[in-house]
């Protein structure tokens, strides 16, 4: 993480491009937190250009906002989005704890020497990691570091630079793409869901709030799904390559980057220390704690018979008031991740002052994606404030009444898709239109209390799920190849593949993946 502290996080997977500008002009753009203001003052017009048009299946009318009550939008975002942005803090301590360990690069330099003789192994193996990373927290920039041990490695076991940036970029976006429980997608869209239909919104629908394990199922039959065509499509060129190096897609420099691997990957060797125990407990915390997150946030009961977890009078005194198993959200996973944090601390004999030290710079790199939350989550505000959301999900509904789940998901796909482009910013684009889309499908598939129509509340659930599974299978694609996406840029140049090379193979894996979750929303939405 110490590489990239000169860069400014506009999100978890955006950093500020303004030093890769400096070398590449065109693919300056504004910085997120800008983009995300400029539509909330153009929502705030909205209603006033749409002032006093009555919101379909009610007597409610639009109402304006005043365009002083901005900060007053911004405060209620902050509030709302209170438990997330706490969480990201926490989550951001404890993976700056694990990366100052170097738990973490130490178990990656361990394995990848353990497998020598059997170098092919390697590309599935670590592929899979990276993409267990990225569908469990986003991870993304966490790879940036790792670059100059992993790159040398593959390309002295007979591979090319290019699989080395497919196996990390790929593998962490192919993660992301099928996000399980990843916080900066999953997490901050059930936010913003719960917000618009769930109990404690001005508008209710007659649902239960989601949490992040709601439809979990559909996006771990996902993850398996594309983790297996992204662990295919790179062990196919990395085999291709090793048995002809002139197939590869960067031929072009391949000498000259053995020439720096050998040298490389020699200081890396001197530097070198053989793994400690301390690291290996680390590394097995790190790993047990997102298992055991995973784990608490399955709705077990949803799938056996008659299980139940409750309290007992000798347990009450410990857990009473917290989520029991399948109902775990941020709270408790706040509770989990300091504990984790904490322990770690412990083990390499932190002093309180460290620890309280590596809690703000961990913080600090979430300080960004909080701001961006808080702000995104004062455009919902305003839309409910002024009925502006419940207007354009009635008009929306009119326009695909009848629709059946499967169109729904694919026009979400495509919308989230388009959307993307323009904010590539998970948890941004998330906060923002996630609460309009939300409240539209509960018009078409729900049994809302304002737009009462024939549907259901479990066809709304479901529906809703499926639309979780296809933002993040949607903001994935992007985050895998848009040049504005700055993580993009400096893994291929840390990785020393041009992005014109990086252009011409991934957007072939990409059509292949997208052709994938185009035949997987099918089964899925059927259900």
Do not use: C
Not at 198 to 205: E, I, Q, V
Not at 258 to 282: F, G
């Amino acid at each position: 993480m110490s590489d990239i502290k000169s860069y400014q996080k506009d999100d978890k997977n955006n950093l500020n491009f303004d030093n890769l500008n400096k070398k590449n002009k065109k693919f300056k753009m504004p910085p997120t937190i800008f983009i995300i203001l400029g539509i909330l003052i153009f929502v705030i017009f909205l209603t006033w250009i749409f002032q006093g048009q009555k919101v379909p299946g009610t007597t409610d009318t639009v109402q304006v906002f005043g365009l002083l009550g901005i900060g007053e939008a911004i405060i209620s975002g902050f509030k709302d989005a209170s438990g997330i942005i706490i969480y990201l803090f926490i989550l951001g301590w404890f993976l700056e704890t694990v990366l100052k360990t170097k738990s973490l690069e130490t178990g990656i330099k361990s394995l990848m020497h353990g497998l020598k003789g059997k170098e092919i192994v390697l590309v599935p193996l670590m592929f899979l990691i990276f993409s267990l990373g990225g569908t469990t927290f986003g991870m993304q920039e966490e790879t940036l570091p790792l670059f100059i041990i992993i790159i040398p490695i593959f390309i002295l076991a007979g591979f090319d630079t290019m699989t080395g940036l497919m196996v990390v970029l790929l593998g962490t976006t192919t993660g992301i793409a099928s996000s399980v429980v990843n916080p900066f997608s999953i997490g901050t869209s059930v936010n913003a869901i719960n917000s618009v239909i769930g109990h404690y919104s001005s508008n209710p629908f007659l649902i239960n709030d989601l949490t992040i394990g709601t439809g979990i199922v559909y996006r771990i039959w996902s993850f398996i799904v594309l983790t297996t065509v992204g662990i295919s499509f790179t062990t196919f060129y990395a085999t291709r390559v090793r048995k002809n190096p002139e197939k590869s897609f960067t031929y072009e420099t391949y000498k000259e980057d053995i020439i720096w691997a050998k040298e490389t990957l020699e200081i890396e060797q001197d530097e070198e220390e053989s793994v400690k125990k301390r690291q290996n407990i680390a590394l097995f915390i790190f790993i047990g704690t997102f298992i055991f997150m995973f784990l608490m946030l399955i709705p077990w009961t949803t799938f056996i018979s008659g299980m139940s977890f409750k309290t007992s009078p000798w347990n009450s005194w410990l857990l009473n008031n917290f989520a029991l198993p399948g109902e775990w959200d941020f709270p408790q996973l706040i509770l989990l991740f300091s504990f984790s944090t904490i322990v770690i601390s412990m083990i390499f004999k932190y002093s309180p002052t460290k620890i309280l030290d590596t809690f703000w710079v961990g913080a600090k790199d979430m300080l960004t994606v909080g701001l961006l939350i808080g702000i995104a989550r004062g455009i919902p505000h305003v839309l409910s404030v002024s009925h502006l959301d419940l207007f354009f999900a009635g008009n929306i509904a009119k326009g695909l009444g009848g629709a059946s789940s499967l169109s729904w998901t694919y026009l979400m796909f495509f919308v989230f898709l388009a959307f993307g482009l323009l904010i590539p910013s998970t948890s941004g684009l998330s906060s923002s239109v996630m609460g309009v889309f939300a409240t539209s499908a509960a018009a078409i598939f729900g049994t809302p209390l304002l737009l009462i129509n024939n549907g259901s509340t479990e066809q709304l659930v479901h529906v809703l799920s499926a639309t979780l599974l296809v933002f993040s299978l949607a903001i994935g694609i992007v985050n895998m190849i848009i040049p504005t996406q700055s993580v993009v840029m400096l893994s291929a140049e840390k990785a020393r593949v041009p992005y014109s090379q990086l252009i011409k193979l991934f957007g072939i894996y990409i059509g292949i993946v997208i052709a994938s979750i185009l035949t997987l929303i099918i089964p899925i939405t059927l259900i």
